[in-house]
């Protein structure tokens, strides 16, 4: 077997294993580490890591686990995501962790935390509250002292107080993961062929749950293997897939939309774990570093207020022109806000500059995906018929 | 919060006219601004800051009101439809739709006058996700100034120091400069306070009117009746001296109702005869109201509090806008409005009026519209009856979404729950 399958059938096992192995050895092995989980859509992995804490994404189920307790907590209206990750809980599967943290992602999330409190009193939970505002003196500084609390409050859990010196080596690992992450996609928009986003997303997920010494490795090692025994090229449309950045389709979803006649050459999925755009830097006060790195680059996501009035109008052509690709596919979690309230939004401003798209909802657990094939299959032929952007 | 619908009350008591006078002539102002030069600033009811505002001499316009109102009025299925068309989801807040449409179709507000621009968009962030995108969206549609007032929440159920700084820095750094642009006015403290102070003395009167519901009977309803205290408050004219009046004579008359032994006043009139009395959680639906009130009323249920009275602020919690300390005052009433609490937080809120307002029972109005409420209250139900040995009933609807609104779903859930109460009962005397 390959170099290259065998790391994407190492990732499908990661990906598909629901009782979190992987992380579960990790902690064995390592018996002063603890293990925190976070949910979408970004989390200051570098202060988990320094804490002595292996920092575990919260994904849900996907459509792999039937939801028995989940629905009880939710109606109808309310996104998939959160029931499979309270299902995850309540079966076991995350009792491994010592601490959760609620990103600010949306109102979902949010109340997700508190739940968390009352149902897991004796688990140290944090909402985390991203800054929205862009000044480095107001909003870096506001960050800059909620994550020098979270480095109190995890010291406390794990007990290691992460030291400065403990912080920059983890922001010099996060910054090496960022670039392999960089190099991906990167190598996925040249040649998408090479690295279709079926095995990029397996070994990216795959990433969020093991230590990210061993994801380097992997990541490292499939960058290498890509030219290896990579599938023939194939005419597509190039496409980029927006709003995924939360509940996460399932993996038939991403495949149907490639074999429809699409590559996905640039997407949302999983934006967390490369929302820094920049190296962070290492000298200096690691805190202020890391704070100043997501006040002035972080990426532009729906989770986060767009300060530029013409940001939301003009970003899916930046990001089009950037990934030279013909056309979008708006692809929201039913029941999202982030995403489909920024959708008119963002179709708008991409439709005026002339670039196609179309749009559709799922949920983690969507099973059939003939609808996805004949929309995705339709919006390749038309893109080859009557051009793209 | 209902604010003008005055009109829909059988009895008129002189706190309604007020009220009405009160919101017509903010709404003619509001029509005139274009003309007479007042600055008029678009922001929310959690976390506003009206006192702020109006010492800019600038008028306070808020688009959930508008939603609601337009949801009263049978005006927000057309509204939603056309946001709809527009390419809106039909999974998101329909306050946004129904805003966007009423937009698209003219912007004719609830007094049937014409909305302004606004000179400012003062994007208040409390407690609400969609709030951002609400006013990212209105902004594509006016060329003016947003400014971004971001509220942490208070996830560890308290607004720490560094989040009440965080408020007090923005207030500084961006809105007051704001302001100052907008109103050609320099920022004066004095005044400032001034309206402080006015808040304050009416949020004692308000406070008063809320916990009158101790009484058997209540002489208000804490819910449906409860909107409509709140609306001047919650709205443009908390920290005004018409607000100030309003309060003092609404608790007037609460207190006469009190001493007469008098129920409150509901569509059918005075509701003497309480045979429940009932905490709510959650928004009213606002297209069906007054049918909705009917179902409460005439099973002689009276709602001696809720939560969704308490959007715009806690003050039966003991929170009062302090002038002595203008903009720290300020921040600490954003972080505190009801969705800007974390989950336990509104669970203990539920269990202490069940407690305190010697309730029979509790009801949950879960909204399809609003996440913030919405998610996570089938767990509060569970924790709250777990705590509280008090069951309680789960009806859904829509805030200003007909088509959410199942008038024989609810009433029957509502009578079954009502029926358990009475099984109770005659459990417990037997």
């Keep these: 077997m390959s170099n290259r399958k065998i790391i994407i059938e190492w990732a499908l096992g990661v990906y598909e294993d629901l009782h979190f192995t992987a992380a579960r050895e990790t902690l064995s092995q390592n018996p002063n580490l603890k293990a925190v989980g976070f949910l979408p859509v970004y989390a200051p992995r570098e202060v988990i890591v320094a804490s002595s804490m292996l920092p575990v994404g919260i994904y849900g189920g996907g459509d792999q686990i039937e939801i028995i307790r989940g629905d009880a907590y939710y109606q109808s209206y309310i996104c998939h995501l959160p029931r499979s990750v309270i299902e995850l809980a309540q079966s076991d599967r995350l009792d491994f962790l010592s601490a959760v943290l609620f990103p600010s992602t949306c109102d979902v999330i949010r109340n997700l935390s508190g739940m968390w409190q009352v149902m897991y009193p004796d688990l140290y939970v944090r909402y985390l509250d991203l800054p929205h505002v862009r000044d480095p003196e107001v909003g870096g500084k506001f960050w800059e002292r909620e994550l020098r609390t979270l480095i109190d409050k995890l010291g406390e859990v794990s007990g290691h107080r992460a030291s400065d010196d403990d912080l920059r080596a983890a922001i010099h690992l996060y910054n090496e993961v960022r670039w392999v992450i960089r190099e991906l996609y990167r190598a996925r928009s040249a040649e998408p062929w090479r690295l279709p986003t079926e095995e990029l997303y397996l070994l990216l997920r795959a990433g969020e749950v093991v230590a990210p010494e061993l994801f380097l490795d992997k990541a490292r090692a499939y960058l290498e293997a890509i030219h290896e025994d990579s599938p023939p090229m194939k005419d597509r449309s190039r496409v980029i897939v927006v709003g995924t950045f939360c509940e996460q389709p399932p993996l038939g979803l991403i495949k149907t939309i490639e074999r429809a006649g699409c590559w996905i050459v640039d997407d949302d999925l999983l934006i967390g774990n490369r929302m820094l755009t920049r190296d962070v830097q290492t000298q200096g006060d690691p805190v202020a570093n890391l704070a100043e790195a997501f006040i002035l680059h972080s990426e532009k996501t729906s989770v986060l207020y767009e300060p530029d009035p013409d940001g939301k109008k003009t970003l899916m052509a930046q990001r089009v022109r950037a990934a030279k690709a013909d056309g979008i596919i708006f692809a929201a979690p039913s029941f999202c806000d982030p995403a489909l309230l920024d959708r008119p939004m963002l179709r708008s401003g991409a439709e005026e500059a002339g670039i196609p798209c179309i749009a559709f909802k799922y949920a983690e657990n969507t099973g059939q995906f003939q609808q996805f094939r004949e929309q995705a299959g339709t919006f390749s032929d038309s893109i080859k018929l009557w051009g793209g952007s | ?430």
């Design chain 2, 1 to 430: 919060m209902a604010t003008d619908s005055a009109d829909s009350v059988v009895q008129k008591d002189r706190s309604m006219v007020l009220q009405k006078n009160m919101i017509a002539e903010h709404f003619k102002r509001l029509e005139r601004a274009p003309e007479s030069g007042e600055p008029v600033v678009y922001t929310f009811v959690p976390g506003n800051l009206t006192e702020l505002i109006r010492s800019f001499d600038a008028l306070p316009l808020l688009p959930e009101i508008n939603a609601l109102q337009s949801g009263m009025r049978g005006k927000s299925k057309d509204y939603i439809a056309e946001a709809e068309r527009a390419g809106h989801s039909e999974d998101v807040c329909t306050y946004v739709k129904c805003d966007i449409g009423m937009l698209k179709s003219g912007n004719i507000g609830p007094t049937g006058t014409k909305l302004p621009k606004p000179d400012l968009l003062l994007l208040s962030y409390t407690g609400c996700y969609t709030f951002m995108k609400w006013f990212e969206l209105l902004r594509e549609e006016y060329d003016c100034p947003t400014v971004f007032l971001q509220i942490p929440y208070q996830g560890d159920g308290e607004l720490e120091p560094e989040h009440r700084k965080y408020i007090v820095d923005q207030i500084e750094a961006d809105l007051i400069p704001a302001m100052e642009k907008i109103s050609g006015k320099k920022y004066d403290e004095d005044k400032l306070k001034h309206h402080l102070g006015l808040a304050a003395e009416a949020e004692d009167d308000l406070v008063a009117v809320l916990h009158s519901a101790k009484n058997r009977p209540s002489p208000i309803d804490s819910y449906f009746g409860g909107v409509y205290y709140v609306g001047p408050i919650f709205s443009a004219f908390r920290g005004t001296e018409e607000g100030v009046e309003y309060y003092r004579e609404l608790r007037k008359e609460v207190e006469a109702r009190v001493a007469a032994g008098l129920g409150p006043v509901t569509p059918d009139g005075s509701l003497d005869e309480q045979d429940y009395r009932l905490v709510v959680e959650g928004p009213p639906n606002w297209t069906s109201f007054r049918e909705f009130w009917r179902m409460f009323s005439e099973e002689k249920a009276v709602v001696v509090a809720s939560t969704y009275t308490k959007v715009g602020g806690t003050y039966d919690l003991g929170f009062r806008h302090d002038p002595s300390d203008p903009l720290g005052t300020m921040a600490d009433y954003c972080g505190g409005c009801y969705t800007n609490l974390n989950m336990p937080s509104r669970i203990d809120m539920l269990v202490n009026y069940i407690k305190d307002y010697s309730a029979d029972g509790f009801v949950i109005n879960s909204v399809k519209s609003c996440n913030s409420f919405s998610a996570g209250q089938l767990m509060m139900l569970r924790e709250v009856e777990k705590r509280t040995g008090v069951p309680g009933a789960f009806i859904e609807s829509d805030l200003v979404d007909p088509r959410y609104f199942s008038a024989a779903n609810i009433k029957n859930r509502l009578e079954s729950y009502l029926q358990m109460i009475d099984a109770r009962r005659q459990r417990t005397a037997s």
